[in-house]
Each structure stands twice: as structure tokens, then as C-alpha cells.
Antibody
Framework: EVQLVESGGGLVQPGGSLRLSCAAS????????MHWVRQGPGKGLVWVSR????????SYADSVKGRFTISRDNAENTLYLQMNSLRAEDTAVYYC???????????????????WGQGTTVTVSS | SYELTQPPSVSVSPGQTVSITCSGD??????AYWYQQKPGQSPVLVIF???KRPSGIPERFSGSNSGNTATLTISGTQAMDEADYYC??????????FGTGTTVTVL
């Protein structure tokens, strides 16, 4: 079964840093664009960041731009999220997510986020 | 920034049909996606590109998208369908925006 397993969450003080990891298995990780999506306590889903299959292209939500960095190691089948200058409002469950998409005749087709990890909890508090 | 608005909650009796709306500016010009999230679980994609069902999603889930509104419809609702549902829109300018979420209660 296709699997994504996040780790690295925990309690951190405001202004601190944390690095999340996501281990992918049972699919060709290097072929897929990947995302981080977060969900604050009792709140909705919020897209955080995305990285292309080879890591050459990244994008971020405005709320994390300049503070978070997404990266990947295709040799190790692992996705990362480096989070710096953490704020209380970054407190959330962070999901690692696989994107299903295709490219045909140079056009990109997004088919949705088809595989989600179980999430890792980040709490920013003093 | 682009916003998608959903009703906070809807209720339905078992076996009946329920529709969940998702409103956004010219949403019909973009593709809409729907995710189901049961308590304590990760989200699951139930509709992509407006009206397509991923493998394993029951036929009772259907979707449409026109004008400023996308709609997820659950026909013959079952107790197991009780969950939070989130819409998502995508295009090259919208990127990946989620709706505010709707709690479906099966009474």
C-alpha cells in the first residue's frame, strides 16, 4: 500500500525552528509533486507548500513565505519542511501529501491530492 | 487572495440526498476538488476535476461546477458519510486553495 509517514513534530518556542520529514514508500516518489498541508486545532485545511518532482520548482503560501523551506531527497524517498521563525499561529497538524497530476502536450493537469500521511503535530508555545 | 466559502454544517437523514456548496469568484472557470475528512483521520479525495471519482469512491458521490458555485452531492447518504468536507480549487493563478469546510451530520 502506498504510504507517507511524517515525523519531526513537537513542542517549540516562538521564534524557534523545526524540521519535518516525510518518508514515502511503495510508489515512485521521484515522479510525483509533493505538498505540505496543515490544519490548526479545530480548524480547516490550509495549503502550505509544494515542490516539483525533481525539486527544481517550489511555491509557498504567503503566510509561510520566507520562513519555511520545502525540499526533497529522491534518493531517500523523503520530503522535508524546514520551519524557522515559528509563530503561535503555525500550531497545527502538518500533513505530507502526494499530488496526482499529468502533463500532456506541454499542458499540466492537476488531478488532486490523492495520498495523505497521518500527520505530525507542531505546537508553538512558550 | 482567492477564497472559497462553504456552509459550516448541513444535516441529512439516512438514505436521503445532501448537497454541499462551495462558492468562489468565477469558480466555474477552474476545476473543483472535494475531500472527505472523518474525525481523527486524514483527508481523502472524493471528487477531482469537478465530477470525476477516484478509484474506490462510491457512486453516490458526485460533483458539479458552474458559475460561482461547485457542488458535492451525496445520494442515498449513509451513516459512514458523516464527516467534514472541503472543496479545493486549482488553476495556475489560484494555486491550491481550500474551502472553509462543511460538517455533514447524518441524523
Amino acid at each position: 500500500e502506498v504510504q507517507l509517514v511524517e515525523s519531526g513534530g513537537g513542542l517549540v518556542q516562538p521564534g524557534g525552528s523545526l524540521r519535518l520529514s516525510c518518508a514515502a514508500s511503495r510508489f515512485t516518489f521521484s515522479s510525483y509533486w509533493m505538498h505540505w498541508v496543515r490544519q490548526g486545532p479545530g480548524k480547516g485545511l490550509v495549503w502550505v507548500s509544494r515542490i516539483s518532482s525533481n525539486g527544481s520548482s517550489t511555491s509557498y503560501a504567503d503566510s509561510v513565505k520566507g520562513r519555511f523551506t520545502i525540499s526533497r531527497d529522491n534518493a531517500e524517498n523523503t520530503l522535508y519542511l524546514q520551519m524557522n521563525s515559528l509563530r503561535a499561529e503555525d500550531t497545527a497538524v502538518y500533513y505530507c501529501v502526494r499530488e496526482d497530476s499529468t502533463t500532456s502536450r506541454g499542458k499540466y493537469y492537476y488531478h488532486g491530492m490523492d495520498v495523505w500521511g497521518q500527520g505530525t503535530t507542531v505546537t508553538v508555545s512558550s | 487572495s482567492y477564497e472559497l466559502t462553504q456552509p459550516p454544517s448541513v444535516s441529512v437523514s439516512p438514505g436521503q440526498t445532501v448537497s454541499i456548496t462551495c462558492s468562489g469568484d468565477k469558480l466555474g472557470d477552474r476545476y473543483a476538488y472535494w475531500y472527505q475528512q472523518k474525525p481523527g483521520q486524514s483527508p481523502v479525495l472524493v471528487i477531482f476535476q469537478d465530477n470525476k471519482r477516484p478509484s474506490g469512491i462510491p457512486e453516490r458521490f458526485s460533483g458539479s461546477n458552474s458559475g460561482n458555485t461547485a457542488t458535492l452531492t451525496i445520494s442515498g447518504t449513509q451513516a459512514m458519510d458523516e464527516a467534514d468536507y472541503y472543496c479545493q480549487a486549482w488553476d495556475t493563478s489560484t494555486a491550491y486553495v481550500f474551502g472553509t469546510g462543511t460538517t455533514v451530520t447524518v441524523l
